[in-house]
């Protein structure tokens, strides 16, 4: 074996359920699916509205970023 397959072979590290994160799960309540669904609404009439023409590109970004911050959807990365 060469030395640069050594080298990576050295490099591997194991992964177990010790080795991980530790991260809380996130709940979906009731209020949570509502704000998503009122930031899916409020996205929907945002992409009508640049569909329409009456509305930029740049304006668009701007309106998704309030709706974000608005809305704090559970779901925003998932949606995008």
């Known amino acids: 074996m060469m030395s640069a397959d050594m080298d990576q072979i050295n490099n591997v590290k194991k992964v177990t359920a010790d080795s991980l994160p530790k991260i809380n799960p996130r709940c979906m309540t009731k209020e949570a699916m509502q704000k998503d669904f009122d930031?899916?609404?409020?996205?929907?009439?945002?992409?009508?509205?640049?569909?329409?023409?009456?509305?930029?590109?740049?304006?668009?970004?701007?309106?998704?970023?309030?709706?974000?911050?608005k809305f704090s959807p559970f779901m925003a990365e998932l949606m995008q």
């Open 39 to 69: 930031y899916m609404m409020a996205q929907k009439m945002t992409q009508a509205l640049l569909n329409n023409g009456l509305i930029t590109n740049e304006e668009f970004d701007k309106i998704t970023a309030k709706n974000e911050e």
